[in-house]
């Protein structure tokens, strides 16, 4: 059972950058993690993941303006977020799952709390 702790979310102007943080206590290293997102009254989507061996996917939406990364030993996956844009604006959440495919298709178990970012218009 892995306890996600989210953190690092704020409210910025667009253009500026934030960097989260999310602590998987009890996941394994061979688990793929990701990042997804909630706008209001949106569904939740799929945003980046990150495999055990490092290799990362990202939606379209987000690919070459956020960063995925992990440090195992700390049970710890980040996003680094820049150029952030109102369409941003969401509560954040991560998960983790057996494979990368796993978690791009969101077949996960339970969730944080999550973390908001909201981007101003």
């Known amino acids: 059972q892995v306890q996600l702790v989210e953190s690092g979310g704020d409210s910025v102007q667009p253009g500026q950058s934030l960097r989260l943080s999310c602590v998987a206590a009890g996941m394994r290293s061979t688990d793929a993690m990701a990042w997804y997102r909630q706008g209001s009254g949106k569904e939740r989507e799929f945003i980046a993941a990150?495999?055990?061996?490092?290799?990362?996917t990202y939606a379209g939406s987000v690919k070459g303006r956020f960063t995925i990364s992990r440090v195992n030993e700390k049970n710890t996956i980040f996003l680094q977020m820049d150029t952030l844009r109102p369409e941003d604006t969401a509560v954040y959440y991560c998960?983790?799952?057996?494979?990368?495919?796993?978690?791009?298709?969101?077949?996960?178990?339970?969730w944080g709390q999550g973390t908001r970012v909201t981007v101003f218009s």
């Open positions: 998960n983790h799952g057996p494979s990368l495919l796993d978690v791009i298709q969101v077949n996960v178990n339970s």
């Open positions: 990150i495999g055990a061996g490092g290799v990362t």
